[in-house]
């Protein structure tokens, strides 16, 4: 559990940790929390020779209100994610979702950029801001942009990010008054989740009027179960939920572990999908 | 409170004087030992299950800073014996040559290769990518039964065979004729996971040489220091009186330091190379390779049985994986579960065999409970499947069947001497703490609605053997050497007391029990009495801690140590009370004449007279101390009654442990806090093997589950609120009445939570999930083999 050899710079603002990237090259990662980043280290399965911490950039952490969307700062640790009164009352489902993110240690290091740059299928983030329909904005040479969550995770542990950008906010539309849950389904509380559901629900005159989905480790990146979404949209009782996330597993490709295989991950989807869209839509 | 009425120590739940220590991090792990111009060594491991190697080339590891040296096994192979295995079960036994570092060949997945020596860790582990390795591969050898067919690749082609030994134990009456003669024959085949222990500290080893006068100090996360001592010995070549053996504080072992690791003495040879000082410390993705793993057995078990569930016969035919080598007493591990697969049941006839094979695959070794919990679980199932064949209730049929307490001692069928036991009395106790019939009251009704939550009732009357071992006994095992401990005592001047074991804990606090057992004695205060351990220059003899040993033996040998004490203090009180010896009272500490209360010495002033020895009885040697080497008589025999719920989501496969309730006769209890901290944490160790760990290989021999991410050890919330009791019955076999408890919750616990799995979801054709029993399995077994619709 020995590094190989690596640099270190720890950036006051954005601009400079923008440069340190460019500079980096292909080489530099952002030390965001180091909850993952560092065990891959340690196991010498990532080498970056330069580590920009972007821990001390003051205005990366903490939430605001612009109009009706909510504004995450990239920084903010799982820990502060968790006790935001901002991000519990207009996204529910981030608070909930971070609420079974590993154990307080790596609550308190962790980062919700972190998380959701390092792109793991597996993490609970990355399917919760699938869902939240957020955007992702990053600070790179060429400026600022914001990339829609659904265009930036492109493969397992890849995203849109262009190594000399950094992620510096998460953008989420508010969903107050929409019913949420999280249901996740591991081993031991420590473990990756084998299949977890993010569920959105709007609900309307005791049916539910919009379902969103997103799947966690059903495929080399966090997704969306749109089959499922589709045939939620009128469901009025429980039956009918279950029904419509028979098609939760419809177009995902999960992979196979020591702790399930991709058969039993399909099933899950569906059984766990019908019990999360039936805890969001107050059903269950 | 009048003078003499001291509350006793023994059965006080004393806080342990450890802790302090250890919970503010004051204490001296191997790794944290420094010294000056210490070198660090990094160990390059084969990536490969099974190789020749055509090159090793650390030349180029050699050129690069930092480091200061390099070597392969060949290099290290001058005067280095292999690595020893202390237990030939049989004349015949197929024993390999283990040498400490691959000289030719790789034979798992973690066989160290070569060695780096930098002067720092970061510098050696750089290192380790420097050195160039051409393997051969060869192939892998996996399966147990495969390995055994004519044609098998084998693990060590010199010995012409993948078998190591075959094991035969037969009793009572011929099984054949016992088997015709039953009306219920069942056979069933389980499995036994590998799995490997997770200490909370990873092995690490420093060694210090004094090379002007050939002198090593070895310090070692081990739970044996003096076997440790012996064996390092004998596998270097240095002589026994130059070798000191430490063992600081050492974090948890639960058997995979009960061993002689090829690092320690890797760590021994560079250090006598290069006169240095070296350290070496795993980490635990490495120790998931390289440090022996536990278990690893197929069982095929037979029961025969009346209709009216008396038990005529068992059989018992084990496949057990040795892994690519013998390491200490790998061979021995399935044979200490030989004599207990008939467990606390009568029965006409045994039989057993047991056929180690090798594999390409991590050596195993003892893993808490070493053979008794693989048979307890054997035996614990094909009751409960008994029970179902016969339509019974599973606590009914071990009631028909086990010991009754009026019948103690009794000589069980395997040859075993039961001194003592009350397994109703445990039964009952845990039947009404666990509401047995209400919850299966609930289970019928959840049965009947058609619940999609199944519930499960788990069962294990479990005993086993503790307290290794009578001397005799190992050298009818072909164990190599005796199962006796040493405890002395030293009265200081000043009426302190320093007790001397030869146990070595490693997070079972000897020194707080050890301090209670002499407290009582001797008659002083339980904060007077240091232990001291761990270290063969101040501890210099014992036997060390493993199998539910230390306070049976090691501690009835404090015991017998500290009466002799008070015997030589009666005599020094009495010549200065000038009384006869007949004619004192001891009680409390304080030596009293009969009839005159007023003429009293304390053992304190009785130590301090012996001290300044200035007016002793004639020819009697100056200070009070003693010393005791105890061989037991007996093994020990803890037993008790476990029960679980479980609830299991047939929907997903999950199983949630709803209740679990425990009741052990450990006999007499020293410390019931720290009983019950071995009971938690043996349930917990237990239940993971039934529901969390496995050590999983592909086909081609790469460990899996090589980190923790995979390999999942539960936490505290993963587990229930345990319910624990006990009841006392008396070990006969030594004067403190104690049976041990390291091993008890570990065997008991893994049957009760499996059976409990089945038994949910018997009623749906199951009779077998695999352990561990993953959600995963337990969909699969609910649906067969086929897709969910």
């Known amino acids: 559990m020995i590094p190989p050899a690596f640099d270190y710079v720890r950036p006051h603002t954005v601009e400079e940790a923008v440069r340190a990237l460019a500079d980096g090259g292909e080489d530099a990662k952002v030390l965001a929390g180091g909850q993952s980043l560092l065990p891959l280290m340690r196991l010498r399965m990532a080498f970056p020779q330069l580590l920009v911490d972007t821990g001390r950039i003051p205005g990366l952490r903490g939430s605001r209100m612009e109009g009706d969307t909510l504004v995450v700062g990239a920084m903010t640790t799982h820990h502060g994610v968790l006790h935001d009164a901002l991000v519990r009352r207009h996204a529910g489902l981030l608070a909930a979702a971070t609420a079974t993110v590993a154990d307080p240690a790596v609550r308190h290091r962790g980062t919700l950029g972190g998380s959701l740059a390092h792109a793991d299928p597996a993490a609970d983030l990355p399917a919760v801001i699938l869902a939240l329909e957020g955007e992702l904005v990053a600070v790179g040479p060429r400026g600022r942009r914001t990339i829609p969550a659904r265009e930036f995770f492109t493969d397992y542990l890849e995203t849109a990010l262009a190594p000399d950008e950094l992620l510096v906010e998460v953008r989420l539309p508010s969903t107050d008054g929409w019913g949420f849950h999280y249901e996740k389904f591991q081993r031991v509380a420590q473990a990756y989740a084998i299949v977890g559901v993010a569920a959105l629900v709007r609900r309307d005159n005791g049916s539910i009027a919009e379902a969103r989905v997103g799947l966690t480790n059903m495929g080399s990146t966090p997704l969306r179960a749109p089959a499922a979404e589709e045939a939620l949209a009128g469901a009025g009782d429980a039956a009918a939920v279950k029904r419509a996330a028979g098609e939760a597993a419809e177009g995902t490709r999960p992979s196979r572990d020591t702790s399930a295989s991709p058969e039993y991950r399909a099933h899950l989807a569906r059984v766990l999908t019908g019990r999360a869209v039936l805890a969001a839509a107050g059903m269950g | 409170m009048t003078e003499g009425a001291v509350e006793a120590e023994v059965g006080r739940a004393r806080l342990r004087k450890e802790d302090a220590r250890l919970l503010t991090g004051q204490t001296n792990w191997t ?318 006839s045994y039989e057993f065999r047991c056929t180690g094979v090798f594999t390409t695959r991590t050596p195993t070794d003892a893993y808490r409970g070493a053979g008794r919990p693989e048979a307890t679980y054997a035996i614990e199932r094909i009751m409960d499947e008994l029970a179902a064949e016969l339509g019974m209730d599973p606590v009914e049929l071990r009631r028909r069947n086990w010991i009754r307490h009026e019948e103690f001692p009794y000589d069980s069928i395997a040859g075993l001497t039961y001194d003592s036991g009350n397994y109703e009395a445990a039964t009952d106790k845990a039947l009404a703490l666990f509401g047995y019939d209400e919850l299966r009251e609930e289970q019928r009704k959840r049965d009947e609605r058609g619940d999609t939550v199944r519930l499960g009732i788990g069962v294990s009357t479990y005993t086993e053997m ?46 707080t029990s050890w301090s209670q057992i002499a407290a009582d004695v001797l008659g002083v205060p339980f904060e007077d009495v240091e232990v001291v351990h761990g270290d063969t220059r101040a501890a210099p003899q014992g036997m060390d801690t493993y199998g539910s040993r230390s306070l049976v033996v090691g501690g009835a040998a404090v015991h017998h140590a500290a009466r002799k004490v008070v015997d030589k203090a009666r005599k020094v009180a009495a010549h200065l009370l000038e009384a006869s010896e007949r004619d004192l009272e001891f009680t409390g500490g304080v030596f009293s004449v009969k009839g005159s209360p007023e003429a009293r010495k304390t053992i304190q002033e009785v130590a301090f007279e012996a001290f300044t020895s200035h007016d002793l009885p004639d020819g009697m040697e100056p200070t009070i101390n003693a010393g005791h080497v105890l061989d037991p008589e007996n093994f020990s025999y803890p037993h008790g009654t476990h029960l679980c719920a479980v609830e299991v989501d047939t929907e997903t496969g999950m199983t949630r442990i709803r209740s679990y309730v425990c009741v052990d006769d450990v006999g007499r209890v020293v410390n019931p806090m720290i009983v019950e901290g071995q009971v938690h944490g043996g349930l917990a160790q237990g239940i993971a093997q039934a529901l969390y760990e496995e050590a999983v290989y592909d086909d081609d021999g790469n460990l899996l589950s090589g980190t923790m991410a995979d390999y999942l050890v539960p936490s505290a919330v993963d587990l229930p609120d345990f319910v624990t009791d006990r009841t006392e019955t008396p070990a006969e076999s030594n004067p403190l009445g104690v049976k041990g408890v390291g091993e008890a919750g570990t065997i008991a616990s893994t049957p009760a939570v499996v059976g409990a799995v089945v038994d949910a979801l018997r009623p749906l054709g199951v009779t077998d999930v695999p352990m561990p029993c993953t959600p995963e399995r337990v969909w699969r077994a609910i649906h067969g083999e086929e897709d969910p619709a």
């Open chain 2, 31 to 348: 790794d944290n030992i420094q010294a000056a111009g210490m070198l660090h060594l990094a160990i390059l491991r084969s990536p490969m299950a099974h190789a020749r190697l055509e090159r090793v080339d650390v030349s180029p590891a050699r050129e690069l800073p930092g480091v200061v040296a390099a070597f392969t096994g060949s290099d290290l192979a001058e005067g280095m014996g292999s690595l020893p295995c202390a237990w030939p079960v049989t004349e015949d036994m197929v024993h390999p040559d283990h040498p400490p570092l691959a000289v030719d060949e790789v034979r798992h997945a973690g066989d160290p290769v070569a060695v780096v020596v930098a002067r720092d860790r970061y510098a050696a582990a750089d290192a380790l990518e420097a050195v160039e390795v051409e393997y051969e591969p060869l192939p892998a050898v996996l399966d147990l039964e495969a390995a055994l067919a004519e044609d098998a690749p084998l693990v060590h082609a010199d010995k012409g065979t993948n078998r190591c030994y075959d094991w035969p134990l037969r009793a009572g009456e011929d099984y054949a004729a016992v088997r015709e003669r039953a009306e219920v024959v069942l056979k069933r085949r389980y499995h036994q996971q590998r799995l490997i222990a997770n200490a909370m500290e990873p092995r690490a080893v420093v060694v210090t040489p004094l090379a002007a006068s050939g002198e090593y100090t070895v310090y070692s996360a081990t739970q044996i220091p003096h076997i440790l001592r012996v064996m390092l010995a004998m596998v270097t070549g240095i002589p026994e009186h130059k070798l000191r053996v430490v063992a600081p504080d050492v974090g948890g072992g639960f058997g995979s330091k009960l061993q002689v690791y090829g690092e320690e003495a890797i760590a021994l040879a560079v250090a006598r190379r290069l006169g240095r000082p070296v350290k070496w410390t795993e980490s635990r993705s490495e120790g998931y390779l390289a440090t022996h793993h536990g278990r690893g057995m197929i069982q095929d078990v037979e029961i025969a049985a009346d209709r009216d569930g008396r038990l005529r016969g068992l059989k018992v035919d084990l496949l057990a994986d040795m892994g690519a080598y013998l390491m200490l007493v790998t061979p021995g591990v399935p044979i200490l579960g030989a004599f207990m697969y008939p467990a606390i049941y009568k029965m006409d």
């Open chain 2, 466 to 511: 503790c307290g290794l071992a009578p001397s005799r006994v190992l050298r009818d095992l072909r164990y190599a050497a005796g199962g006796w401990e040493a405890a002395s005592i030293r009265m200081l001047p000043t009426g302190k007391v320093e007790v001397v074991t030869g146990t070595s804990p490693h997070g079972q606090g000897h020194v």
